[in-house]
């Protein structure tokens, strides 16, 4: 793990990984493979037959079943316990979303028969199986026998090759880009087979959150809450940001000074200047999308570990739609994060050799955006993604919105890449520890005195390694407070 990443907490991580061993062992037994073919044979009325091995990905696990009369083999997938933190709500959601975008774009998605939040097996979907060669991403990374090694982007891969996949995938973003909706939220389907935009966005960094890091669930959005404004969704991830600084209890912060960077990072980027700071450079620019919508479809975990391809390296499925939701376009007009496979806070050697060695191949991901977005008419797109991104990554807007989403990165991001393009100039060689003490002023009067009794107060909880289960209001009212709510 890079250094640019902050530490999970590892009491959480290794307390889920202990019980995903149980529960693995129970979902490879006969009898619940025996139910995945039941409740195929219910659903589709025919006898089905589960044919081995299972397969076990990052969020579920999934059952091959045969059915009578039927070519084309299914799968049931599950999400995995432990894991997933919200498998009812992620599974009707991911559920919804995947039809919506088999329905409404041309973008090869798997049929998705049945899924509900209820079965013997607990929530499900049966999906149709897809034929295929393999990922896409295994066409363009490093080669590497061993599966724990996590992919990162051949650096010997020729030209033509990585603009010819880098082309494929930038034509279904630019599919996913005319897709727009009226809140920020997840999709549910109604009974009448419509969809609507009714749950909280649901991401990938709130289940990390949870599984990762042992923050009370309580202190999420509501569930079923929705946004009418990309500033509300905004404020919701920096307070997330700042309950992660609250409640991860072991590993996050080791000390005081640090603590400090961490606590003035999240306070920074709740307070709403840095969108005034940015009004200096953003009138020369692309105009920006309202405010208030239309909000564009962005999917957390969409990359080439998620895309499946022929013989001929075709796309032939985008798999995994889970921890995908409606949010502010800005998302989907920044370059994406995966061009070099890797996450940039995890990368080795640093996060500065991520941005260069991103910076090389960006070129070659915006001229296979220009000749997609050619050959698709300019004129029928919202807008062109070639020169948003080519912008965002130019402005340093790339660097905001994958902070604001990730909240192990944010603190680095922050000061590396935020706080001088948007509060000014700090002296140089000021160490980590003390960076706080550049932009204090970034704090009200009540801020600053709330310092130290909060880093005293984490100083002190940290000394016992140990999981606190807080309850629903004790742990609101301790949001409550550090937001002076």
Partial sequence: ???????????????????????????RRRDTCELADSLVGEKFGRPATFSPPLIIGGYNILYKVQVEGIPSDVYVRLPCPEWVQFPIEKTLHEGATTRYVREHTEIPVPEVFYHGGRSELGPFMILQHVENHGLLVDRIKTPNLDADVTSILDPNISEAVLSDFYGKVARCLLKISQLSFDRIGSLSENVDSTFSVTGRPLSKNMNDMLQLANIPRSVLPPENTTYDTTNDWYVALAEMHISQLIFQHNDLVTTAEITKDHRLSC???????????????????????????????????????????????????????????????QFILDCPWWLLLEVP?????????????????????????????????????????????????????????????????????????????????????????????????????????????????????????????????????????????
């Fill in 1 to 27: 793990m890079g250094d640019a990443r902050a530490q999970l907490d590892n009491l959480a991580w290794d307390k889920n990984d202990e019980a995903w061993e149980i529960s693995q062992k129970r979902l």
């Fill in 267 to 329: 306070f920074g980027f709740a307070d709403d200047s840095w969108s005034a700071q940015s009004k200096s450079w953003s009138s020369q620019l692309s105009r920006a999308p309202s405010n208030l919508g239309p909000f564009k479809l962005w999917a957390d975990d969409f990359r080439p570990g998620n895309i499946l391809i022929d013989r001929s390296d075709e796309i032939v499925a985008a798999i995994d739609w889970e921890f995908t939701y409606a949010g502010p376009a």
């Fill in 345 to 485: 806070e995890s990368w080795k050697p640093d996060i500065d050799d991520w941005t260069e060695v991103c910076n090389t191949r960006l070129q070659t991901w915006l001229l296979a955006m220009e000749s997609a977005e050619k050959d698709i008419g300019s004129d029928t797109l919202p807008f062109l993604l070639s020169v948003h991104m080519r912008e965002s990554w130019e402005t340093g807007r790339f660097w905001l919105n994958y902070a604001a989403k990730n909240s192990w990165a944010f603190d680095t991001i922050f000061w590396k890449y935020l706080d001088e393009k948007f509060f000014g100039l700090r002296e140089e060689g000021v160490a980590q520890g003390d960076l706080w003490k550049t932009k204090i002023n970034l704090l009200t009067e009540k801020e600053r005195a709330a310092m130290e009794p909060f880093v005293k107060w984490k100083m002190e909880d940290k000394k016992e390694r140990k999981l606190v289960d807080l309850g629903p209001e004790e742990a609101k009212r301790r949001l409550s407070e550090a937001l002076f709510d």
